[in-house]
């Protein structure tokens, strides 16, 4: 069965890049029409989601984090991975990695969850 782990530090300072490690089993990650994406969750938003990497390697991402955000993949470890760059207290949040079958930015069509990882911007 398909099973993501999420992996990184649970503090980050504001101002600096949060990366986070999703690590997949199961299946490839370059498996043909499979899609992975990272989700976060905070009080104020509920579930957003900040982009997905194609299973080809492309990379889409939310217009409203773009300019702050990088995702890429290791395809030797089965990973992909997530940078959030100039991160300030309101970034702190659940973060999710997940896949489905299509790329989208809606969090309900993605069907392979991770647990979550709590991250916090805090000096």
């Known amino acids: 069965q398909v099973q993501l782990q999420e992996s990184g530090p649970g503090l980050v300072k504001p101002s600096q890049t949060l990366s986070l490690t999703c690590t997949v089993s199961?299946?490839?990650?370059?498996?043909?029409?499979?899609?992975w994406s990272w989700i976060r969750q905070t009080p104020g938003k509920g579930l957003e989601c900040i982009g997905y990497?194609?299973?080809?390697?492309?990379?889409y991402y939310n217009p409203s984090l773009k300019s702050r955000t990088s995702m890429s993949r290791d395809t030797s470890r089965n990973e992909f991975t997530l940078q959030l760059s100039s991160v300030t207290p309101e970034d702190t949040a659940v973060y999710y990695c997940?896949?489905?079958?299509?790329?989208?930015?809606?969090?309900?069509?993605?069907?392979?969850w991770g647990q979550g990882t709590q991250v916090t911007v805090s000096s």
């Open positions: 997940a896949g489905g079958h299509s790329g989208s930015y809606y969090p309900g069509e993605y069907v392979y």
């Open positions: 990497i194609v299973y080809s390697g492309s990379t």
């Open positions: 199961g299946v490839s990650i370059t498996t043909v029409n499979y899609y």
